[in-house]
Every structure is written in C-alpha cells, then in structure tokens.
C-alpha cells in the first residue's frame, strides 16, 4: 500500500486544523452507499490541511491524508464505484478520519445531483458528460473539470452453464438486446433456448454506453425487448445471470446473458463465464492494443470552487489521481493511458492555479 510524506502544507491548502482522533469504519449499504470513516470533531468546521510541499513525478502535491479533515460527498456510477471505495478505503487506511460517503446511483443521477441539485463534491462518471449536463452546472455556478481516471472493458457476461456462446460479434450482440427470441435467432448455430436479457438501468452511463456502441444509440429495441430486467444494481445483474436455468438438451430452459462494468466479472468470475466480442478477447492487453471493441475511459467531475471551498476535497482528488493506476487493476480495470492521465492532473493543478 502507498503511503504518504509528511511535511509542510502547501500554501493552497495551508490551513491547520488538527482533528480530535476516533475510531473509524467503512461499512457498504444494500442500496450501493459506501461511508467510509467516521465523523471527527474538528476545532473550526470542514477545514483542511494536506499536502506535504513535496510533489510527485507528475507534479502533484503528495498528500497526508492523516492531516485531512471535513467530510466528501460522492455520488454516480455503478461502474466507477468499486474504484472509488478502494481508493477511499486506502486513503482511511493512510490518516484521515472523517467520511467520504459514494453512493452508486448511475452516471446520470450522480451528474444530476452533481450539476443540478448541487449536492455531490464529485460526480463518478462511465461517460462523458454532456453538454446539457455541463450547461446545468454553469447554471447553480459549478464548472465541472474532467479527471480521466482509468479504463473499462465492458464485460458481456453469461452463466457458466451456458454450453454454446464463447464470443460475439457486434451484430449478433445487438440481435441479443432486441428482436432475438432466442438463442437460434442470435445464431442458427445455437440452440433455441429463450433469452434472458439483464441490463444496467436508464440512468447508468454502462447502459448510455452500450446503446451508443452497439444499438446504434437507439436504446428503443433494447427497452421493448421480452425477458428484460433492468437495474442500476450491478450485483442485481450478476445474480440474474448466474442464476438461470440454461440445461443442455431443454431448450424450454432461459440461458441469460448480462453487460456490466469488467471489475464485477472478475469479482464474480467463478458464477460467470465472459464472451468475446467479434472474437477479441476482454483482457489488459487487448485493451491497451485497441483491439477490444467495448473499452471505454472512466471518470470522476469536480469544480475548483468547490475544491477552494472544501480544500478536503482537493485533497481527496490530488490523492486520487496519484494512487488510482495502483489501485485499479486490482479492482479490475485498467489504468487509465499515461497521457490522459497527466492531462487529469494537468488540470487539477491548474484548477489550484499551480
């Protein structure tokens, strides 16, 4: 695990506020929120002091999270929500002791919450946001800065009893998600067992994603098609598509297949089995070659007004954006490319006026 110097503050966040010491937890709800630590008393409010004077390679001022106090409010995608938690978990792990609470309600309800109710410190994203969404933040005084923290390979995804599909081309995936009533119809080749459709809910960036890449950006055929059960809960679609009944020689038994995020397939990999996508394995190196058709970048959104306001917050991001390319491939994705990354820490030290 990384750990951290400690030194003098930087004169950007050079407020000193020593935080009275208490036990802390993380603990994960049923409804997808993640509250890690526990609160602190501090002697003036949601003040900060964090960074080191020393900085990284790639410029960014090294972090105490020990010395971090004020409390992060996360909000957004079921996809980028295992990486937050780890990262969080760590920057617990290394000092700081209040709460960073990450809930996993899709990209759209965290941008929503972000850039229209104004609730969220940082919006998780498994997309881009978009023009409407960044035209509602300038609205309540939010200008949002992208950090491209890493890369998915979206995992399409059936249950091990499955005795046919091994991979997919495009085509046939979009005949999966639509019209085909059963497998027959995907290919002649497979058997004529009906199939059992799960898929991310309306709100997820993982589901915006997937109409854009496969259905043509017309979600329409997806949304009427039979035997469809959507969820923003990604463990909700792991459950679904292990659990059916596909049987070998009972064509009246529904074999399932299911699209999510790559970190929850290696987190479930024993009840699943992955498919190719038009015969290119998902894997590290496919993605890093450009070869596998479903890669996508991931990110987290924040503003510099609400980092200047929460100096708490910068911190967390600056530490974020130093440790994320240790963390993520022990989620399950991948690193983000190295120039991406430092165009996200460009950015951040430019919001600091660095």
Request: aromatic share 8%; hydrophobic share 40%.
């Amino acid at each position: 695990m990384k750990r951290l110097k400690l030194g003098a503050s930087l004169a950007a966040l050079a407020l000193v506020i020593a935080a009275c010491g208490s036990d802390t937890e993380t603990t994960t709800t049923a409804s997808g929120t993640t509250t890690t630590g526990a609160a602190t008393t501090t002697a003036a409010g949601d003040t900060t002091t964090s960074a080191t004077g020393d900085t990284t390679e790639e410029g960014l001022p090294l972090i105490d999270p020990f010395e971090v106090t004020g409390d992060i409010v996360t909000a957004g995608s079921s996809t980028v929500f295992p990486l937050s938690e780890a990262i969080a978990a760590q920057f617990e792990d290394d000092g700081y002791g209040d709460t960073i609470t990450i809930d996993s309600i899709g990209s759209g309800a965290g941008l929503e919450r972000f850039c229209v109710e104004g609730e969220s410190d940082i919006a998780n994203a498994s997309r881009a946001i978009e023009e409407d969404e960044v035209a509602a933040c300038e609205t309540i005084g939010r200008t949002p800065i992208e950090f491209r923290v890493g890369t998915d390979a979206l995992a399409i995804v059936v249950s091990p009893s499955n005795y046919f599909a091994e991979s997919l081309t495009l085509e046939q995936l979009a005949l999966a998600y639509s019209t085909a009533e059963t497998w027959a119809d995907v290919d002649p080749s497979f058997p004529a067992h009906p199939i059992l459709r799960f898929s991310p809910g309306t709100d997820s960036g993982t589901f915006d994603y997937f109409v854009e890449a496969v259905l043509e950006e017309d979600p329409e055929p997806l949304l009427a098609a039979s035997n469809l059960q959507l969820s923003e809960d990604d463990n909700v679609l792991v459950q679904g598509v292990a659990g059916d009944t596909c049987t070998e020689g009972d064509e009246s038994t529904g074999c399932a297949i299911g699209y999510f995020g790559f970190a929850y397939y290696v987190e479930n990999q024993d009840d699943l089995a992955i498919l190719g996508v038009e015969g290119v394995e998902a894997s590290a190196e496919n993605v890093d070659n450009g070869t596998y058709p479903l890669a996508r970048p991931l990110f987290i959104y924040s503003d510099a007004s609400i980092m200047a306001e929460k100096p708490q917050v910068a911190s967390f991001i600056a530490y974020y954006l130093d440790v994320v390319s240790d963390v993520i491939t022990e989620v399950g994705y991948f690193p983000a490319p190295a120039a991406d990354l430092q165009g996200a820490i460009d950015s951040f030290l430019e919001a600091w006026g660095m």
